[in-house]
């Protein structure tokens, strides 16, 4: 590591609202990532018949545990919990729901208020919020992480041919770009999900062919601006090939610019998902969605819990993303780097 570098890393971590911010989306991102394990309608361990089973990593029949039928097992159905508790143990992980389990033993009408066996009460259909914002959160992080890979590096590489080469190749391509980011993409995801219904890697596509001009303009740029430097002048006196000049010399230069604006395109990823999903445009119902829950606080104003939760969560997690943004922009500048 530079002297340089360390400065950097040093400066972003004397930013305490950076550093927690990053600090608490870890922590988030580390339990949903468990969420299986936290939030989940099978137990972690059963032991049967001097016997150990795992049902979360492996799907066990009903005759394993002296069922009828050689189906999926339902832990909850009271004859299999009278089998294990006769002949061994089974232990269910801290929420005993996942994200589509519904609960068929509640006593009151759904939206059920937030109680001891539901944190966050449940949704109109009687599924657990918790463990919805859990495996959600996951859903939305691991897509906005994905989204803002793809599209960085495709966005940087057109940006970097269009900088470097310049002339017709950066008019032409500037052009193609205009026309490009003047499509309507609601209207794209309108005809795509009246077609099929759209899966995660479906949606994170037709998104990516929309979201990588996001670093174009900041890397072309740069690079219009480090090409006719000495040094870039020397290299290709030199004979150094074009290739070497753009990732050895003049990239690390416009990475600079660009690792400042991941924190903030990956927030506008979360926020466009959920939007898409609040509309109906973005993944089915199967998967577990933060805009569905948006949705559903908005469909049922007399559960406030709903909304309350989703508001927090989605809130919180947005303004740590902010904050770790606005923290690298200050550690990358070099008037406040000693």
Known sequence: MTLLTSDKFRAFWQNKRARYSLLLLGLFLLLSLLAEVIANDKPLIIKYNNSYYFPIISDYNETDFGGDFPTSTDYKDPLIMQNIKKNGWMVFPIIPYSFNTVDYNLDVPTPAAPDKNHWLGTDDEGRDVLARILYGLRLSILFAFIL????????IMIGAVQGYMGGKTDIIMQRFLEIWESLPQLFVLIIVASVFAPGFWTLLIIMLFFSWPALTGVVRAEFLRVRNFEFVKAAKVLGVSDFRIIWRHILP????????????????SIVALTALDFLGLGLSHDYPSLGDLVRQGKDNLQSPWIGISIFVVLSGCLSMLIFIGEGIRDAFDSRRVR
């Open 148 to 155: 803002t890979l793809l599209s960085s590096l495709i966005g």
């Open 253 to 268: 230069n416009a990475l600079v610019a660009s690792i400042t604006f991941i924190p903030f395109i990956m927030s506008e």
